[in-house]
């Protein structure tokens, strides 16, 4: 008996040894962290084009994401690769990218292109394409057929399901313990084009059927904090608990994104949990957000979009948080919309130009991104390429003060509110009003970037952008961050009051965190102690202390 006992304690504990290796995502504050290995990572990632996911082609593009300071790189897997016939899976392509990234010392984002992709069902396998009657498409309301698997079929969630399950079980045989792969998206940018719902008859059987007990108790559990969209929706039509999708939520094209989107979450979610029961990697789906001026039906619909990420939350709980894909000018405002109680921001695609390397210090500064990734990062121009590279490195050395800040208010990002603002930005930090004025920096000839290592590249024409990202290391003490920025400050409580520049130096931290002083920053630098300046085009970092009087 006692032999029985010491076995299955030693069978418990090496149960839990194997659990804690996997990466998962940790509470730290008001967010959560990426823990790998037991150490937080701070994903400086990029996003694979959707055709560069092979050991081949990518072979030659390996030095350009090593110079450019990437530690994750977010890399399609589709399901027609991996399971050409049906039952028979090929893992060569997985196995290669595995071992090319795990040899460059690089993390993995696997992105599951399963019955999605951009709306349509153009990654799924040739079985399934062309089997309609196995496999429904949806309709639209007048009849039309797309290549869009309908949500509604049983058979399409077994099979999707099955094969991104196995996928997993296999990722946990080969990398169970090295861990290069971190976690896993689940489809890709899923929504309803060319109409606001499907009109399938799996889905017009459903939408005269009650609204699942499911999302009514979410919604009425989280009424305060629903999205007002949703909210207003439901109290506009009563406030039913029970009816069907029209009685509940009504007949417009909202009411149908609502429906639509629950039968998605649901799909996408039986996808996710078939997966985490083989290997419990974290997940989540992206959003393909909206085009200014666009209604339901013209963007992908009833994707985990900011006004539906209630509906995909009750509906798909086994996705860890949803993340958009960031294309459009306010940057600002759509990473704020994801930055929600209960979903850390993680920004798996952003427009891969200049900016790019700034909206990285306000991902980070200002919502404590997980990570984030420019798109196609792999073509991605010289100039680009060398912005990115000296953020990315600058990050990288500030990589254990941002873990450390991480859910407090110690720490903030800051970038324009557009191109044409002149004013500046107030922040407030660590009993600090904090004002930052940006300088963007149109070259007149090739730019050449410096990175915070002193190391120097040239580009084509382009603007230099501006940002920053400040970090509180005790009272008056801050790190900033950035390029292109000139800080000034005063107190946050009204008075007579004035604050000081007490030191600030310019430097780096080594790959211990080692503070190396590189020079003293006074008189014409610091405006005669008024203000803390990172000249444009040269990414560097500051130590700052303050003094009042």
């Given at each position: 008996?006692?032999?029985?006992?010491?076995?299955?304690?030693?069978?418990?504990?090496?149960?839990?040894?194997?659990?804690?290796?996997i990466?998962?995502?940790?509470?730290?504050?008001?967010?959560?962290?990426?823990?790998?290995?037991?150490?937080?990572?701070?994903?400086?990632?990029?996003?694979?084009?959707?055709s560069?996911?092979?050991?081949?082609?990518?072979?030659?593009?390996?030095?350009?994401?090593?110079?450019?300071?990437?530690?994750?790189?977010?890399?399609?897997v589709?399901?027609?690769?991996?399971?050409?016939?049906?039952?028979?899976?090929?893992?060569?392509t997985?196995?290669?990218?595995?071992?090319?990234?795990?040899?460059?010392?690089?993390?993995?984002?696997?992105?599951w292109?399963?019955?999605?992709?951009?709306?349509?069902?153009?990654?799924?396998?040739?079985?399934?394409?062309?089997?309609?009657?196995?496999?429904?498409?949806?309709?639209?309301?007048?009849?039309?057929?797309?290549?869009?698997?309908?949500?509604?079929?049983?058979?399409?969630?077994?099979?999707?399901?099955?094969?991104?399950?196995?996928?997993?079980?296999?990722?946990?045989?080969?990398?169970?313990?090295?861990?290069?792969?971190?976690?896993?998206?689940?489809?890709?940018?899923?929504?309803?084009?060319?109409?606001?719902?499907?009109?399938?008859?799996?889905?017009?059987?459903?939408?005269?059927?009650?609204?699942?007990?499911?999302?009514?108790?979410?919604?009425?559990?989280?009424?305060?904090?629903?999205?007002?969209?949703?909210?207003?929706?439901?109290?506009?039509?009563?406030?039913k608990?029970?009816?069907?999708?029209?009685?509940?939520?009504?007949t417009?094209?909202?009411?149908?994104?609502?429906?639509?989107?629950?039968?998605?979450?649901?799909?996408?979610?039986?996808?996710?949990?078939?997966?985490?029961?083989?290997?419990?990697?974290?997940?989540?789906?992206?959003?393909?957000?909206?085009?200014?001026?666009?209604?339901q039906?013209?963007?992908?619909?009833?994707?985990?979009l900011?006004?539906?990420?209630?509906?995909?939350?009750?509906?798909?709980?086994?996705?860890?948080?949803?993340?958009p894909?960031?294309?459009?000018?306010?940057?600002?405002?759509?990473?704020?919309?994801?930055?929600?109680?209960?979903?850390?921001?993680?920004?798996?695609?952003?427009?891969?130009?200049?900016?790019?390397?700034?909206?990285?210090?306000?991902?980070?500064?200002?919502?404590?991104?997980?990570?984030y990734?420019?798109?196609?990062?792999?073509?991605?121009?010289?100039?680009?390429?060398?912005?990115?590279?000296?953020?990315?490195?600058?990050?990288?050395?500030?990589?254990?003060?941002?873990?450390?800040?991480?859910?407090?208010?110690?720490?903030?990002?800051?970038?324009?509110?557009?191109?044409?603002?002149?004013?500046?930005?107030?922040?407030?930090i660590?009993?600090?009003?904090?004002?930052?004025?940006?300088?963007?920096?149109?070259?007149?000839?090739?730019?050449?970037?410096v990175?915070?290592?002193?190391?120097?590249?040239?580009?084509?024409?382009g603007?230099?952008?501006?940002?920053?990202?400040?970090?509180?290391?005790?009272?008056d003490?801050?790190?900033?961050?950035?390029?292109?920025?000139?800080?000034?400050?005063?107190?946050?409580?009204?008075?007579?009051?004035?604050?000081?520049?007490?030191?600030?130096?310019e430097g780096?931290?080594?790959?211990?965190?080692?503070?190396?002083?590189?020079?003293?920053?006074?008189?014409?630098?610091?405006?005669?102690?008024?203000?803390i300046?990172?000249?444009?085009?040269?990414?560097?970092?500051?130590?700052?202390?303050?003094?009042?009087?």
């Amino acid at each position: 008996m006692k032999k029985a006992l010491t076995t299955l304690a030693l069978g418990l504990a090496a149960a839990s040894i194997a659990c804690a290796q996997i990466p998962h995502l940790r509470d730290k504050g008001t967010t959560k962290q990426l823990i790998v290995h037991g150490q937080p990572l701070l994903m400086l990632g990029g996003e694979l084009g959707n055709s560069s996911g092979e050991s081949g082609y990518l072979a030659p593009y390996w030095d350009k994401l090593v110079s450019m300071n990437i530690n994750t790189l977010l890399i399609p897997v589709s399901w027609f690769l991996v399971e050409p016939v049906e039952g028979k899976y090929d893992w060569s392509t997985v196995d290669d990218l595995v071992r090319d990234a795990r040899a460059k010392d690089m993390k993995i984002v696997f992105l599951w292109f399963g019955a999605w992709k951009n709306s349509m069902s153009c990654y799924a396998p040739d079985w399934v394409k062309t089997d309609t009657k196995r496999f429904p498409r949806c309709i639209t309301s007048n009849g039309r057929p797309l290549e869009i698997v309908t949500p509604l079929s049983e058979e399409a969630i077994r099979c999707d399901a099955r094969a991104f399950a196995a996928l997993m079980k296999h990722l946990k045989v080969i990398d169970g313990e090295q861990n290069t792969v971190v976690m896993v998206q689940v489809e890709n940018e899923i929504g309803m084009v060319g109409d606001a719902r499907d009109y399938s008859p799996l889905a017009n059987a459903a939408y005269a059927k009650p609204v699942p007990a499911e999302l009514i108790k979410y919604m009425d559990k989280n009424f305060d904090r629903l999205h007002p969209t949703v909210r207003s929706k439901w109290l506009d039509m009563g406030r039913k608990t029970k009816g069907n999708w029209a009685e509940v939520f009504g007949t417009d094209a909202l009411a149908e994104e609502i429906f639509m989107a629950w039968q998605f979450g649901v799909y996408t979610g039986k996808v996710a949990a078939a997966g985490k029961a083989e290997y419990a990697l974290p997940m989540y789906t992206n959003a393909a957000l909206i085009r200014p001026g666009y209604v339901q039906g013209q963007y992908p619909s009833a994707g985990p979009l900011p006004h539906l990420i209630d509906v995909w939350r009750a509906a798909a709980p086994s996705l860890d948080f949803l993340a958009p894909d960031i294309y459009f000018k306010d940057f600002i405002g759509l990473a704020d919309a994801y930055t929600v109680p209960g979903n850390p921001l993680f920004i798996p695609e952003n427009m891969a130009n200049t900016d790019a390397a700034v909206n990285a210090l306000y991902a980070f500064g200002n919502n404590h991104a997980l990570g984030y990734c420019p798109f196609a990062i792999e073509s991605v121009s010289p100039q680009v390429q060398g912005l990115i590279g000296a953020s990315y490195d600058m990050l990288r050395q500030l990589s254990p003060l941002i873990n450390a800040k991480v859910g407090t208010p110690d720490m903030v990002g800051c970038v324009p509110q557009g191109e044409e603002q002149k004013q500046p930005k107030k922040l407030f930090i660590n009993n600090l009003s904090v004002f930052v004025n940006f300088e963007r920096m149109i070259p007149s000839q090739s730019a050449v970037v410096v990175g915070a290592d002193g190391t120097e590249s040239r580009g084509s024409l382009g603007t230099i952008p501006a940002g920053a990202i400040i970090i509180a290391t005790g009272t008056d003490e801050l790190v900033i961050g950035g390029i292109g920025v000139t800080v000034t400050f005063s107190p946050q409580m009204h008075g007579p009051e004035t604050i000081g520049i007490l030191t600030a130096e310019e430097g780096s931290y080594d790959a211990d965190g080692n503070w190396k002083h590189l020079r003293w920053l006074s008189g014409d630098q610091t405006h005669q102690g008024r203000h803390i300046r990172i000249e444009p085009g040269r990414f560097s970092i500051q130590r700052v202390r303050l003094y009042r009087y």
